[in-house]
């Protein structure tokens, strides 16, 4: 019985565990014409990672906030045999038209060091980043690089939030893609890891139960 006990116990606190610690979105920015902007729907106090490649023009992603708010914005490149040359700019949408700086992601001064993601254990190459407080209004970033081609990550907000293991498995499928990685390697991760080793444990504790149903009375008339 003691066993028993223990095994589900164990069951009930690995089922009560999330299944990942991931709390952010992944939007693909897929420009059909040189220079679309992508607007963002999610807020940006939110952490969300824009993934996209440069094809020979900078690309540019925009969001909006009705109240003061702070801005978290950083670049990251994937892992290659030259240094990163990812380098942008945050301007503010003026009306009734033009743009106000609000600052420069400038490449040189970014260490580029590798860093595994914790939730996809995927590695990326850390570029320029800025944070302040902004005021309401619209504002636009834009990534670029000198011959302006290869793939690119956005990262905006830093607030992580549950959406649920469905919208988090989209999330780190659409990186492995972004990054050219096989989604076998999903394998390492939190998502299928979890769920495996909570079967694992619920059919161990369903083995158990069974091999000792002679000792359970109200098991003893299933024997």
Avoid at 164 to 182: M, N, P, Q
Wanted: glycine share 8%; with cysteine; hydrophobic share 45%.
């Amino acid at each position: 019985m003691d066993t028993m006990f223990r095994l589900c116990l164990l069951a009930l606190l690995l089922l009560s565990l999330p299944a990942t610690g991931l709390a952010y979105t992944v939007v693909s920015h897929e420009s059909e014409i040189p220079y679309e902007v992508l607007k963002l729907e999610t807020p940006i106090t939110e952490r969300q990672f824009i993934v996209g490649e440069l094809n020979g023009f900078p690309e540019m992603i925009e969001f909006t906030t009705d109240t003061e708010s702070a801005l978290q914005v950083s670049l990251l490149a994937l892992p290659g045999t030259t240094t990163p040359n990812y380098g942008g700019i945050i301007v503010r949408v003026l009306e009734p038209r033009g743009v106000e700086e609000v600052a420069r992601l400038k490449p040189a001064e970014a260490t580029w060091e590798s860093f595994r993601e914790p939730v996809s254990k995927l590695s990326f190459l850390v570029g320029p980043a800025f944070e302040t407080i902004i005021a309401s209004g619209t504002y636009r970033v834009e990534v670029s690089t000198p011959e302006n081609f290869g793939k690119y990550v956005i990262v905006v907000g830093s607030d992580d939030i549950n959406h649920g293991y469905g919208a988090t498995w989209a999330a780190v499928s659409t990186l492995y893609e972004f990054a050219g990685v096989t989604k076998l390697g999903m394998v390492r991760t939190s998502l299928v890891y979890v769920p495996l080793l909570i079967l694992i444990i619920l059919g161990g504790f369903g083995y158990t139960v069974y091999r000792t149903r002679d000792r359970l009375p109200f098991l003893k008339r299933y024997g």
